[in-house]
């Protein structure tokens, strides 16, 4: 928005030049700004190529009209190669001349008169005289403008062009201070450096070109050679507006009235024009009459075929410009005639004519800058809208789709937590980001990562100091490349895992600590419609480029110092998240055939609190090998389920006693709260029923609930009856004993209405991770895998990956844009439970309490399933991420027009070495064979062996 306002503002400048220069050029010419002329793209260079040079021209007519002839320019170009300068110096002398003294009346009159009886009989009238007191003084002035050589040290290094003397008489009050010091050398000392200006001259015609084969062109705008131009015109402004404020001050001193600069009416020959024809005529040199003219164009043709205007346009705005120059002399002239003073005539048009240099620079700035403005402009318009980070990663989405082979396509970080294929999912685990997609939509979704799986891995993880848990499952590494902007946030992560009702599961984060073992920092048991989300932090460290920059000048000792930490920095970009389902090894602890559980969802969940709340010792709930192995799987579940039940009565006989202790204990020492009561229990039962109604509550209270109430009661009263409180506390009991029959009650009649639930769904999904050449298939049941043995002899080293990437960043990467990138869990988490069937979900926040918490009761569940790491486990999935981000320096819009990049082929290219990193293939043989042409003329380097 902001760009296209400044285009606005430019051309709502240039409309009344325009005018002019309809005036000026050939008639049947119809200029035009170049945004509305259908033109190519080096028309834009060549665009900048002639204003530069009109530019140019422009200003040494200007120094021409300051007093450089044709002459001392042919010898200030002799001085070349050595730096050649401009120094204005000027010096000031202030000097007493006379004090005069002189009487000054005040017109005021004083009128006074004498009455008797009230009838005037004298009059007289005074007045003031005043003695006023002045000193004069002479103010001189002196400056001179030379062109020198080097530091102009020698005489024959220097050569004046103007030089100037004038005085003054001012008059003051007072003789102390005086009005300016007495000599000020120099009063002002201007140099600005003009060799870049000379360089561009052959004879006295500029001849300014770009060379777009050089290093580092990038647009018409964005070149070593406008660089420099840009450079020079900068310094000359500077340069001139220092000089005009002198001016401006001496014009102050003079006491004659100067008139007011015309600057505006002095046309300036700086336009962004081009013409609709695209024929060109060959122009032969013409020199404009004025005599004081240096420079104009000389070419011997025009560019061919283009809609710049031509060599003799060109020529005739710069005559244009000085018409208007000897114009404006000529009024100054009449304006302040004669040569006395400070500031005469000849310093207005001096002053006049610095001015007007500033103009040309400003205005020849914002021609260049109109023309980037244009590029934008139009790939905008081509495109309907401004991309933003968020639609450039959609459409990078997309670009993958077409750019990989079917058996390499990255796809979204979405897992669904299954046995196999023929059961239903336990639930899911994603990582996701806050994205837009091409229709501006705003959704979190799934982030794309380039994946490979390696089935039947064996892997180790420790539950503390002492105990060490075996897992066998499929192993997962994801790469993913995120870019960012300049003046754009990265994406937002976050860590989801959702379980299902009736289904359990585990989760740990954490990273990878070597070839076999996984080291869990957070863990977390998700069951019955549970759902974590963990937002990760991203982190990006140097690039192997700057690494070795920044250590190249250190010591042997600080080099290695910092090579080792680097080292641990890469290692910690492998983030973890290890699935564990639990189903499946419940069957194993207990002994049971495989999917015993899948339709016991009563004695699942009863094994899980006891495992989670009593933390029972999985030996009394297993089935015993001694209690006969030929016995049929439909009674060794119903062995099991006597087992439950039994540690279930065991448990409500625990609880029986323990209430039955404390309400002897609280007999004994209160008897007096317990008076004899009338009616049965039932009666009493209702008794408490009722009165909880009376309060409002749907339900009998807890005991604690009741006994805050019922003190608050009586609160404010003098005393408490004791018939009251012996009430409550025996109403109390009653209810806690009704309360544990009905739950025997319900125990009985539930455990036989669980035995067959409705059947599970039948819905299956594909695995997201394929095999690739090279890699080992996977395996549709991974159940089948055995505890400790069943690894594959060579399985992947994946600390070893960021190093093999950082070396490939390095060889592939030379624009250094590729940052290993390290990703952290965030400190809130957030989970969302639902803990009856029909209650209502309700979100809490885990801080670092309640993160410990979770750690400790999902530990203290795998101890319990895997008896302390003796028996492995053999349902999870291991998924290792390991980042990187494509960072650039500008936005999108930017990237593509000042830097002319296209971005989508540099995320492209280290979309490619991240893929052949994670799968170990060559890059031939990741890319669709429709794009393999195209990748290898962008980026040439992925095919060297």
């Not at 044709?70 to 001349?97: G, H, I, M, N």
């Not at 003219?293 to 005559?319: E, Q, R, Y």
């Not at 579940?637 to 540690?647: G, N, Q, R």
């Not at 390290?822 to 069937?837: D, E, F, M, V, Y």
Request: one cysteine or more; proline letters at 6%.
């Amino acid at each position: 928005m902001a760009h296209s306002m400044q285009l606005q503002a430019i051309e709502g400048r240039l409309q009344k030049a325009l005018e002019r220069v309809r005036l000026v050029l050939n008639t049947e010419k119809t200029p035009q700004l170049a945004a509305n002329v259908h033109h190519q793209y080096n028309d834009k260079y060549f665009l900048v190529e002639r204003s530069t040079c009109i530019a140019a021209a422009s200003q040494l007519n200007c120094l021409a009209c300051l007093g450089l002839t044709a002459d001392q320019l042919s010898s200030l170009r002799t001085w070349l190669p050595a730096q050649v300068s401009l120094r204005f110096r000027s010096q000031e002398k202030c000097t007493f001349l006379r004090e005069e003294k002189r009487e000054e009346e005040d017109p005021r009159k004083r009128v006074e008169e004498v009455s008797v009886g009230g009838v005037a009989r004298a009059s007289w009238s005074s007045k003031v005289v005043t003695t006023i007191t002045e000193y004069f003084w002479k103010f001189e002035t002196s400056y001179t403008l030379e062109a020198f050589r080097g530091v102009g040290a020698e005489d024959a290094d220097r050569l004046q062009l103007l030089s100037r003397n004038g005085q003054v008489e001012l008059k003051t009050s007072a003789k102390s201070p005086p009005p300016h010091p007495e000599a000020r050398v120099p009063a002002t000392n201007q140099e600005v450096n003009i060799t870049w200006l000379l360089q561009q001259l052959e004879g006295t015609s500029p001849v300014f070109k770009i060379d777009r084969a050089a290093t580092g062109c990038s647009t018409p705008r964005r070149n070593q050679d406008v660089d420099k131009a840009f450079a020079h015109f900068t310094m000359f402004t500077h340069w001139a507006v220092g000089v005009s404020d002198y001016l401006q001050h001496l014009s102050v001193l003079d006491p004659r009235t100067c008139p007011q600069l015309p600057v505006d009416d002095v046309f300036v020959p700086i336009l962004p024009l081009m013409v609709s024809c695209r024929t060109s005529t060959p122009s032969g040199p013409s020199s404009p009459a004025e005599s004081s003219v240096l420079a104009s164009l000389h070419l011997s043709t025009d560019v061919p075929d283009s809609c710049i205007l031509s060599v003799s346009d060109a020529n005739g705005l710069l005559s244009e410009e000085t018409r208007t120059i000897k114009d404006q002399q000529g009024n100054i002239s009449e304006a302040l005639p004669g040569n006395e003073g400070v500031y005469t005539h000849v310093d207005c048009v001096v002053h006049l004519i610095l001015r007007h240099c500033e103009n040309v620079a400003k205005r020849w700035g914002d021609l260049v800058e109109y023309v980037e403005a244009m590029l934008r402009k139009q790939l905008v318009d081509a495109i309907g809208k401004e991309v933003t980070p968020a639609l450039f990663a959609a459409y990078m989405r997309f670009h993958y789709r077409r750019l990989f082979r079917p058996a390499f396509q990255p796809r979204q970080f979405c897992f669904a937590v299954r046995r196999s294929e023929h059961h239903s999912p336990e639930g899911t685990v994603s990582i996701e980001e806050d994205a837009v997609g091409l229709d501006e939509s705003s959704i979190r979704s799934p982030i794309v990562t380039i994946a490979n799986c390696a089935s039947g891995c064996t892997m180790t993880f420790p539950l503390n100091a002492s105990t060490e848990v075996s897992y066998t499952g499929d192993v997962y590494l994801h790469g993913w490349l995120s870019h960012r902007f300049s003046g754009a946030s990265g994406a937002a992560l976050y860590l989801s895992a959702r379980a299902r009702q009736f289904s359990s599961m585990l989760v740990l984060v954490g990273r990878v600590a070597s070839a076999t073992s996984f080291d869990p920092k957070f863990a977390a048991i998700l069951q019955n419609k549970d759902e974590l989300t963990i937002p990760l932090e991203l982190s990006m460290i140097p690039t192997p480029k700057e690494f070795k920059d920044a250590i190249a000048s250190l010591s042997p000792q600080q080099q290695a110092f910092a090579k080792a930490f680097r080292s641990m920095q890469l290692e910690s970009t492998l983030f973890g998240v290890l699935v564990i389902q639990i189903k499946p090894q419940l069957e194993r602890l207990l002994n049971l055939p495989d999917d015993s559980l899948t339709k016991e969802i009563k004695l699942t969940q009863d094994l899980m609190d006891l495992f989670i709340k009593y933390q029972i010792p999985s030996d009394l709930l297993s089935f015993s090998e001694d209690e006969g192995a030929e016995v049929a799987p439909a009674r060794r579940l119903e062995m099991v389920k006597s087992h439950v039940k039994a540690m279930h009565d065991m448990i409500q006989q625990e609880k029986e006693a323990e209430l039955l202790a404390a309400r002897q204990e609280l007999q004994y020492k209160q008897p007096i709260l317990h008076p004899q009561r009338s009616g049965s229990d039932s009666d009493y039962s209702m008794e408490g029923m009722d009165e909880c109604a009376e309060r409002g509550l749907s339900s009998p209270m807890s005991e604690c609930e009741e006994c805050e109430m019922d003190c608050n009661i009586g609160w404010g009263s003098a005393a408490v009856p004791a018939a009251r409180s012996a009430s409550v506390v025996h109403k109390r009991m009653k209810m806690e004993e009704k309360s544990l029959e009905r739950d025997r009650d319900r125990d009985d009649r539930s455990s036989a209405a669980h035995a067959a639930p409705a059947p599970a769904t039948s819905a299956t999904s594909s695995r997201p991770g394929q095999p690739t050449q090279g890699q080992p298939s996977e395996v549709s049941g991974p159940g089948e895998g055995s505890g400790g043995s069943g690894g594959l002899l060579h399985a992947r080293d994946y600390t070893k990956v960021p190093k093999q990437m950082d070396a490939q960043f390095e060889t592939l990467a030379p624009d250094s844009a590729l940052r290993p990138t390290i990703i952290n869990p965030g400190s809130c988490w957030t989970k969302r439970t639902q803990k009856a069937l029909l209650a209502q979900p309700s979100t809490s926040s885990l801080f670092l309490d309640e993160q410990k918490t979770q750690k400790d009761a999902a530990f203290d569940l795998l101890d319990a399933v895997t008896k302390s790491g003796a028996i492995p486990l053999s349902h999870a999935a291991l998924h290792i991420v390991i980042a990187a981000t494509h960072c650039f320096d500008k936005t999108v819009t930017e990237t593509v027009v000042q830097d002319n990049v296209n971005p989508i082929d540099k995320v492209e290219r280290s979309a490619l070495i991240v893929a052949s990193t994670v799968h170990q293939q060559p890059v031939a043989a990741l890319i669709d064979e429709a794009s393999m042409a195209r990748v290898s003329i962008s980026s040439p380097r992925l095919f060297l062996e």
